[in-house]
């Protein structure tokens, strides 16, 4: 089982960062996918911090000796896969702006061509 | 026949005015563009200076971004082939000219200028060279293809090279990636002997702490586009 003392850890340290990623979404400096995303992992280790009977049966039934190692190893599962998440993202992104940058390059360079023939033909 | 030359460039403001000059007295029948990848000197003004035709990238996008954006421009722009040259005066211009007749008169998709067929000229440094070396074999082993300078950044493409370029092209350390996607798409290469020199001015992109992050990056991107989706493409006639 989990003591009480680190119980009420979690679910503050849990609820601060739910109001952290709260706050980020109402600036919009966070984008609402991983928002949901955040707030469901850090929801999801509080209420089995809150429920120990529950963790200690999960943790029994998938042969994790400790209840706690338990809510450690779901909070990395879920981490992970953000983490994946946010690799497919980050890769979808570098290619968007490499071909913005190339665009930018193209275009910019059109525009000093007309330019040019327009001074040619003043 | 409108042959363009692309000139990838970092950070060259010392050595592209050489590159330039040497372009327009070894091959006069060729156009080129300089791709500006984000460099903090002045390789732009000096470009624009000597009246070259220059696509500044906004941000640094590394060697495979510049070298398609050259690829896209010769797309767009209708060119017949596309040679990629290095902006750090290691490549001779007077090369170009036979490696346009060797792809003209092989019927071939890419030459690829290789310093190692007569061994002339620079060679690269020892542990390069074993690099170079089992970039080769591996290359062989998964295309069954024989090339001596699978790393060379001296080769010509065809029209049909320059779309599927245009199109994907490798990010970081591109050569013996692009060679063997080139091969999955049933491209064909060939190689000529060009005698190179070493970069006039500037540092190599690829430092000897890199390396092995190199070998490992480029072997596993080479096995990946050897049996991922270019075989299933196929070039356009």
């Known amino acids: 089982m989990i003591s009480t ?37 850090f929801g999801s280790v509080a209420a089995l911090a809150l429920a120990p009977r529950t963790l200690a049966r999960m943790a029994a039934f998938l042969g994790i000796a400790s209840p706690m190692n338990m809510l450690f190893f779901f909070g990395f599962l879920f981490s992970t896969g953000i983490l ?26 059109m525009s000093n061509d007309v330019q040019e023939n327009k001074l040619q033909l003043r | ?3 363009l030359v692309i000139i990838p460039a970092w950070n060259e403001a010392e050595s592209i005015e050489g590159v330039i000059a040497e372009l327009r007295r070894d091959a006069p029948g060729f156009d080129f563009v300089v791709v500006n990848d984000g ?18 990238l906004p941000v640094n996008l590394g060697i495979g971004g510049a070298v398609q954006t050259g690829y ?18 290691q490549h001779p211009a007077s090369a170009l000219p036979a490696m346009l007749e060797c792809l003209r008169v092989e019927d071939a998709d890419m030459v690829v200028g290789s310093r ?16 170079i070396c089992f970039l080769s074999f591996w290359v062989k082993v998964l295309t069954g293809t024989t090339l001596t300078d699978t790393t060379s950044g001296l080769r010509m493409a065809s029209r049909r090279l320059i779309r599927a370029f245009a199109e994907e092209y490798p990010n970081d350390y591109p050569e013996p990636e692009s060679v063997v996607r080139a091969l999955s798409l049933g491209a064909k290469i060939v ?40 075989k299933k493409k196929g070039l356009d006639k």
Not at chain 1, 85 to 108: D, F, G, I, N, P
Not at chain 2, 39 to 56: E, H, K, P
Not at chain 2, 210 to 226: F, G, I, T
């Open chain 1, 5 to 41: 003392r680190i119980q009420v850890l979690i679910v503050v340290v849990m609820c601060f960062c739910v109001a952290s990623i709260f706050r980020l979404l109402a600036q919009g400096k966070m984008d609402y996918k991983l928002g949901i995303a955040w707030t469901f992992v």
């Open chain 1, 84 to 109: 994946f998440s946010l690799s497919r993202r980050t890769s979808r992104l570098q290619a968007q702006v490499q071909r913005l940058a190339q665009e930018t390059a193209m275009r910019h360079e």
């Open chain 2, 1 to 3: 026949m409108k042959n």
């Open chain 2, 39 to 56: 460099s903090t000197d002045s390789t732009s003004n000096v470009c624009r200076r000597l009246g070259a035709t220059v696509l500044d």
């Open chain 2, 72 to 89: 896209i421009y010769a797309l767009r722009h209708g060119y017949d082939t596309a040679t990629q040259l290095d902006g750090d005066g």
């Open chain 2, 116 to 131: 190692f067929i007569e061994k002339k000229g620079f060679q690269s440094v020892p542990l390069r060279r074993v690099g």
């Open chain 2, 191 to 230: 190689e000529m002997s060009v005698e190179m020199r070493s970069r006039s001015a500037g540092q190599s992109s690829i430092s000897m702490r890199k390396s092995l992050y190199y070998m490992v990056k480029v072997s596993a991107a080479m096995a990946m586009a050897r049996f991922y989706n270019w």
